[in-house]
């Protein structure tokens, strides 16, 4: 079974957490932030994990923007695919995968190293709000989710206008890549993804 739950408290955000890697996308997510479940409901479905996820944080009752919760989501979720992956055994180690969304297109490049690792290109300027949303979290929370995954992440954005398209091409490919580098390849079973013998930092 390649699931994972964390139950994260702070005097930030509380946050709880379950992860199946090996789902059918479907997703149960309350962030209280309308575009960021927009964005996690379509990453569980592109991804095929199943999701569920309750948080919550200071920008609730405090009236500060939601950057603590959007940092700490992408930190849960990326302990949990970690986790979730134990050994790594028998997966492909690498994903890669370009999105189209209407006028903008999105390639997400990945490997699961074990070596964190961001590279992200993409222009988020157009519009700095979706809702509660600020755009410029993004790249925040590819970092804390390549970071805490383990993952060596490349983002990059080939063109685009409106900014919840560039984002959502940018979860879209992420997803997609990483369902085809968590899948496990049938002539590898057992074996360790790599010539080096180890997937970690060093
Ligand atoms: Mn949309």
Redesign the pocket.
């Known amino acids: 079974m390649r699931t994972a739950t964390i139950t994260r408290e702070t005097k930030e955000t509380q946050i709880y957490l379950t992860l199946d890697l090996d789902g059918s996308g479907r997703s149960e997510i309350d962030t209280n932030i309308g575009f960021l479940d927009?964005m996690l409901i379509?990453l569980a479905f592109h991804s095929d994990f199943d999701i569920k996820l309750t948080a919550h944080g200071d920008h609730e009752n405090l009236g500060m923007d939601p950057h603590h919760l959007i940092e700490d989501v992408a930190i849960s979720l990326g302990k949990c695919i970690n986790e979730a992956l134990g050994d790594k055994l028998g997966i492909r180690r690498y994903g890669s995968f370009t999105i189209p969304?209407d006028e903008a297109l999105v390639t997400c490049d990945l490997d699961i190293s074990g070596r964190p690792y961001l590279v992200f290109n993409a222009d988020l300027s157009g519009n700095q709000k979706l809702g509660g949303y600020d755009t410029e979290m993004t790249e925040e929370f590819f970092r804390a989710l390549a970071f805490n995954a383990g993952i060596t992440l490349h983002i990059n954005e080939h063109y685009g206008k409106n900014t919840?398209?560039i984002i959502?091409g940018i979860f879209k490919s992420m997803a997609r890549a990483l369902k085809q580098a968590i899948s496990i390849d049938e002539t590898k079973v057992g074996k360790i993804p790599s010539s080096k013998g180890v997937l970690r930092a060093n």
Do not use: I, N, T, V
Request: hydrophobic content about 35%; cysteine-free; aromatic content about 0%.
């Open positions: 927009h379509l969304m919840h398209h959502e």
